[in-house]
């Protein structure tokens, strides 16, 4: 009887190992044949029950229901562990890395915007301007009427405009908007300047992002970026400006391309020109606008004109990058592809 107890506690203990170590589902059914099928040693001995004491047909019975009971566990568990494990492998086999190249193997770099703003901003750094900036979100009276632009003026049909619910706020300086040019910035200098009892002179360009209600098209951003430089002083003239416009062209765009200023008309400069420059084809490109401060934007900012001149000019950073990297269509600049960006 005892014998027949270790026996079935041995094929228990020796079969949970065998079962461990198999590694495929095929060794494993087979073993599960030999374990537990109808000519494994537990069957013979389950058989041989009914020849058995009555008095020890229960203990040895119990015994043998526990070998079963567990190798039969043992089985269904390394059933499920090798299935899993087949499928990681199938699955590592057919799997496809869905990730761009560039996204974790590199390190970003800097967006072309990014890239022509930095370098505009040296260029006049380098001649001599300081930098400014101001909030993005304006009020009416330092986009528009500080500008020569009061609220019936025509020409403000000319900026698409984004007005901001913003309450009571917009009851002091007029309604608050997205800012529609850098130009706000340009005022608030001349107004800090006028403050503090000094005065100009003020050299300084203002770069920075604008909004506009524009549908995004190959030309044209509903978002997008402008850098406008003012130099108030005494004795400024169109002269000044022009030789201003030429030395920043042949800085950024190169020694050999020159530039040139069309007659036109903003509000808030008196006389107004476009800023043209040369191609190597002949032709010309516009890239800006410019003119002399008009006076009564000197005025509003609290400057007076019989003692104070200046010029301004702006130009589009998008559109530099544009022309600077040969790109054809504005959208790629937003569309963050990264076949597009990784060449910059």
């Given at each position: 009887m005892s014998d027949k107890l270790d026996e079935a506690r041995e094929l228990a203990r020796t079969g949970l190992e065998r079962i461990n170590r198999t590694t495929s589902v095929e060794a494993l059914d087979a073993l599960d044949s030999e374990l537990l099928g109808k000519r494994s040693r537990l069957t013979e001995m389950r058989a041989g029950l009914r020849d058995a004491d009555p008095r020890e047909r229960k203990e040895l019975g119990r015994a043998l229901n526990e070998a079963r009971h567990t190798l039969d566990e043992a089985v269904s568990a390394r059933r499920e562990e090798l299935a899993a494990e087949a499928l990681r492998t199938e699955l590592l086999a057919e799997g496809r890395d869905l990730t761009e190249a560039l996204g974790r193997a590199r390190v970003g770099h800097q967006h072309p915007i990014t890239l022509t703003w930095?370098?505009?901003?040296?260029?006049?750094?380098?001649?001599?301007?300081?930098?400014?900036?101001?909030?993005?979100?304006?009020?009416?009276?330092?986009?528009?009427?500080?500008?020569?632009?009061?609220?019936?003026?025509?020409?403000?049909?000319?900026?698409?405009?984004?007005?901001?619910?913003?309450?009571?706020?917009?009851?002091?300086?007029?309604?608050?908007?997205?800012?529609?040019?850098?130009?706000?910035?340009?005022?608030?200098?001349?107004?800090?300047?006028?403050?503090v009892g000094t005065g100009p002179p003020i050299y300084v360009v203002c770069p920075g992002r604008v909004y506009r209600r524009d549908t995004a098209d190959a030309t044209h951003l509903p978002v997008f970026h402008q850098i406008e430089g003012l130099v108030v002083d005494r004795g400024t003239s169109m002269g000044d400006l022009a030789g201003t416009i030429e030395e920043f062209t042949k800085a950024y765009f190169g020694e050999s391309l020159?530039?040139?200023?069309?007659?036109?008309?903003?509000?808030?400069?008196?006389?107004?020109?476009?800023?043209?420059?040369?191609?190597?084809?002949?032709?010309?490109?516009?890239?800006?606008?410019?003119?002399?401060?008009?006076?009564?934007?000197?005025?509003?900012?609290?400057?007076?004109?019989?003692?104070?001149?200046?010029?301004a000019f702006g130009f589009g950073i998008d559109r530099l990058a544009k022309i600077r990297h040969g790109i054809s269509d504005l959208r790629e600049l937003v569309a963050n592809d990264m076949r597009f960006l990784e060449q910059f």
């Open positions: 930095e370098r505009l901003e040296d260029v006049f750094v380098g001649m001599g301007f300081t930098v400014e900036d101001g909030p993005e979100v304006e009020t009416d009276w330092f986009n528009f009427e500080a500008l020569n632009l009061p609220a019936a003026h025509p020409a403000r049909s000319l900026w698409d405009t984004l007005y901001v619910d913003a309450g009571e706020e917009s009851t002091e300086r007029g309604e608050v908007l997205l800012r529609t040019h850098t130009s706000p910035v340009q005022v608030r200098t001349m107004l800090r300047a006028a403050a020159t530039s040139r200023l069309r007659p036109s008309y903003f509000p808030f400069t008196e006389p107004s020109a476009e800023v043209d420059i040369s191609q190597p084809d002949g032709s010309w490109l516009e890239v800006g606008g410019c003119g002399m401060v008009h006076p009564n934007v000197l005025v509003h900012c609290g400057l007076d004109p019989e003692e104070w001149s200046g010029f």
